[in-house]
């Protein structure tokens, strides 16, 4: 287990070096610390670096009931990243309409 660590952490060193320009290297640190925590703050953080994040930040701020359209893996990870932020999903298929799951 311990070599493996050392492994992970030599690749990623390796990758890290590479990267060319800051906003590539800050959204591979945000993803790489997702990885090892999974808080959802890091997820964020990579998202909040488009215009369309950053859109999508202000609109969950500024409206207090926000559904999402579409219970699939898109929508689904979308409640997870933004957990109660959405009260919950409407969908084509009415079997997944219903509250989004609540995490942390």
């Excluded at 909040?48 to 409206?63: A, I, P, V, Y």
Aim: aromatic residues 12%; contains cysteine; charged residues 25%.
């Amino acid at each position: 287990m311990e070599q493996e660590v050392k492994n992970i952490i030599k690749t990623s060193k390796r990758i890290f070096a590479r990267l060319q320009d800051d906003l590539s290297k800050y959204v591979f640190e945000q993803r790489l610390l997702y990885s090892f925590t999974e808080n959802n703050e890091f997820i964020q953080n990579v998202i909040m670096t488009t215009d369309e994040g950053k859109h999508l930040k202000k609109l969950l701020e500024s409206t207090a009931q926000n559904y999402i359209f579409g219970a699939g893996t898109w929508g689904t990870g979308l409640a997870k990243v933004w957990n109660g932020h959405f009260c919950g999903f409407i969908d084509n298929n009415s079997k997944k309409w219903g509250d989004c799951p609540k995490t942390r």
